[in-house]
């Protein structure tokens, strides 16, 4: 059997077999990290939105309208809002004792930060790289039994800049990131200028296109090629790379 369908198989299992199925989903993209396959198992669903930190308080109202037909709370593994909300979610969700409560979803959206806050200890290796946990191990604590999985992109994706955006493919192995990095900067260039501005050290006014930004942190960073040009390649792969392990975030 191929190690896809093994991974796949073991998966379905865990998703059977839980109490509580935990969908973690990224606060800076909810909908795009949502994944709607899961909705079969929506009567044990709760949908945990992760790296709220990484997003203004204003953004709160907005994700909550987004996710209103979900159980949903809103938390950070990292800073560790949210954990009394997201225990009394998945308390009222338990059936038995010890409930099983599985954490899924995509890549990097931070389940296995998730997992060690509330295991309180570095149970699950965590890395700003994609595709980090790879087994599948159940730990007690709390009176429960959890999980943490490997991310899954479902089938149906397939855009590469989405999967970039999400965190979901390394910065490192995108053929083509210009255009990517120039629509993030894009956006930020909207959202919030300044931040593009304080991270990069450099001059940011409204009327700058994104690829003149690129350009501009090209040369500020040193990425030049022979001859002077600024290198736009190594200069988009560090713009993405900032986006996935939020350095770079609207805040
Ligand atoms: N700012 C912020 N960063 C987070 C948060 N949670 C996780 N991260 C970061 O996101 C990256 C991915 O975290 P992981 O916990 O490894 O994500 P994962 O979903 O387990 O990833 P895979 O196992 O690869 O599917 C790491 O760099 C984490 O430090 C959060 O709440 N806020
Ligand atoms: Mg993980």
Redesign the pocket.
Known sequence: MGNQLKKWIAYRRVLREADVVIH?VDARDVKGTLNRWLNKYKSKLLVAV?????VPQTAFGEIDTALSSYNHVL?????G?GMSALYSAISSLARRTPAKVAIV????????????RICGRHT???????????GVQWVSTRGFLFV????VIPRYERREEDLVLK?AIRADNILNPEPIAEELIGRFLEESPEKIKETYDIMVSRRDTPSKLLERIARRRGFLLKGGEPNLYEAAKLVIRDY???RL?IS
């Open positions: 973690v992760n790296k709220c930190d990484l938390v950070s593994g990292k800073t809002l979803g995509y890549p990097n959206v931070g389940k296995s930060t998730l997992m060690n699950a290796k965590v890395s700003p790289i994609p595709g980090e946990t790879k943490d999985t490997p991310g965190g996935q392990r939020g975030s």
